[in-house]
């Protein structure tokens, strides 16, 4: 497996926001995506993504083979919801490990969750996704989708080789579909993916993000965001 940068390496953390202004939009106007509901919310601030990281998915989207669809879990997630999902999931980790410092639980809590300060999904640029067949069945990709690397020993990282012949060839299809429409994966979780954020710029080389944490409320976007936005995408992930 090759070395992996977590979100709470300095180098993701230090790397530059310049706000596009582009507008959150609700994928389920989308009639060529699959969008599961299981965590769905009072606000229904899952189905929201910015329209780049959108456009990008349907492109995918025709990069499949065949029979085969994507299926969209989760796309924006409040600042204050990441909060509680990385506070979660470091007190489980301070329970598993009491002899570990703040900064080591808050590095290995960062494998599962972003830190809320750079969380991609709070600024609308990230997906958790799964593959399905033509009729809106799940593809074995090797564990649940948000198995944590203690439950499922590890499986949950995107090369993980305690998995299935079959699962790695459709977390390979996954993969070869959304790097191709230029996103990028955490390799820590198979099924994350995301575009404009910083994770996403560290790993294409971008001098900068261009989607920074946002409120479900401001989700409109004048002319000119939108231009500089449209322009940001034409970088491609290498």
């Not at 969750?113 to 799940?138: F, K, Q």
């Not at 299809?173 to 560290?202: F, K, Q």
């Not at 993000?209 to 290498?238: I, K, V, W």
Request: glycine share 6%; net charge negative; hydrophobic share 35%.
């Amino acid at each position: 497996m090759s070395e992996i940068i977590l979100m709470s390496d300095p180098k993701v953390t230090s790397t530059p926001v310049r706000e596009c202004g582009e507008p959150l939009v609700d994928v389920r106007g989308e009639a060529a995506l699959l969008v599961d509901d299981r965590l769905k919310d009072p606000a229904d601030a899952f189905a929201y993504l910015r329209q780049g990281v959108v456009d990008r998915l349907l492109e995918a989207q025709t990069l499949l083979p065949d029979g085969l669809r994507l299926l969209f879990v989760e796309g924006y997630r409040p600042l204050s919801l990441q909060r509680e999902y990385f506070e979660e999931y470091a007190d489980e980790l301070r329970a598993l490990h009491p002899d570990w410092p703040p900064e080591r639980i808050h590095t290995a809590a960062s494998r599962y969750v972003s830190p809320p300060a750079i969380a991609p999904h709070s600024a609308g640029a990230a997906v958790d996704l799964t593959l399905a067949d033509a009729d809106g069945r799940e593809r074995d990709l090797g564990t649940p989708m948000n198995a944590s690397p203690e439950e499922s020993v590890g499986a949950c990282y995107t090369e993980a080789d305690n998995i299935s012949a079959e699962a790695r060839e459709n977390r390979r299809i996954l993969g070869a579909a959304l790097s191709a429409a230029g996103l990028v994966n955490y390799p820590t979780e198979w099924w994350h993916w995301s575009l404009g954020d910083r994770y996403w710029a560290l790993a294409t080389g971008a001098e900068h993000a261009y989607y920074g944490p946002r409120d479900l409320s401001g989700a409109s976007a004048s002319p000119e965001h939108g231009q500089r936005c449209a322009d940001h995408r034409q970088h491609r992930a290498s």
